[in-house]
């Protein structure tokens, strides 16, 4: 899985669709029946005991998130019924207390629709439980091909290939009127089946309602987020160019070293 990126990246042409890669097909039928428009395409609220049997009622073995179970958002793959694979991100007990705030934001980010994100399927509110569902990514993050797999480490062509369609994807929300992107990183971009990269849409709603909104690593984080608190266009911006070092360098930036880096280099 680790030379995804860097055997793609040989093939001709940023926009060439035609790739060859082992994928795993999801089945498109349940018992002989085609998969219902709950399942394949509509946003929709899930109960807390369909996504407890996707995810082995949330098993340490399933979760996927780059920090495991000390992240403050632990993010889990699941199956559904009809054998659809899903990510489903669980939010610290009572982040968002108010299940009508969660729900109407969850379904605001849900409105996106886009080739170049993981998109938002769905939500869960259930006594104290928070839960975002999204299309699953099944070839690992940005920060993984980069950082982790030294010998494998992705071609300048797939570079330019996330560096495109990300700011694709940050382009078509900002249109869209969610300009504000919480946490991006190198872990927010993931590779779907057929090898292209995709914006996790997580980022678009905050980690909790009292607006903490990066988690992952200090090292992208905009200066003017530390000192007040907010989010801001320009802040997706300076975070956008951090994620650029990452793919022009191919090194972690440990995050005291970030503001020198980006200013010296």
């Known amino acids: 899985m680790g030379c995804c990126a860097s055997s793609l990246a040989n093939e001709p042409g940023l926009e060439n669709d035609h790739r060859h890669y082992q994928v795993h097909r999801l089945s498109s039928s349940v018992n002989g029946k085609t998969s219902s428009s709950r399942d394949e395409g ?5 109960s807390l005991a369909e996504l407890k049997a996707a995810t082995n009622n949330f098993s340490s073995d399933k979760i996927v998130s780059e920090s495991g179970e000390k992240a403050p958002n632990v993010v889990y793959e699941g199956r559904l019924q009809n054998r659809r694979l899903i990510a489903v991100k669980k939010f610290t007990k009572m982040a968002w207390p108010d299940p009508k705030q969660f729900a109407e934001e969850a379904r605001e980010v849900g409105k996106l629709r886009h080739k170049r994100l993981a998109n938002l399927v769905g939500y869960c509110c259930d006594g104290d439980e928070r839960l975002l569902v999204a299309e699953f990514m099944p070839n690992e993050t940005l920060a993984k091909h980069l950082f982790h797999w030294e010998n494998q480490t992705p071609e300048w062509a797939m570079r330019l290939r996330v560096a495109l369609f990300i700011a694709e994807a940050l382009d078509y929300c900002s249109s869209e009127g ?36 990066y988690s992952t690593n200090l090292a992208y984080t905009p200066p003017e987020y530390l000192r007040n608190g907010r989010v801001t266009p320009e802040s997706v911006v300076f975070s956008f160019g951090t994620v650029l070092l990452d793919l022009l360098s191919g090194k972690h930036i440990p995050p005291s070293h970030v503001s020198l880096y980006a200013f010296t280099t």
């Not at 509509?42 to 899930?46: A, G, I, L, P, R």
């Open 42 to 46: 509509s946003f929709v609220e899930f």
């Open 178 to 213: 969610r300009p504000l992107y919480h946490d991006l990183n190198a872990y927010r971009v993931l590779f779907d089946e057929n090898g292209d990269p995709r914006l996790s849409c997580f980022g678009f709603m905050k980690n909790s309602r009292d607006g903490k909104s």
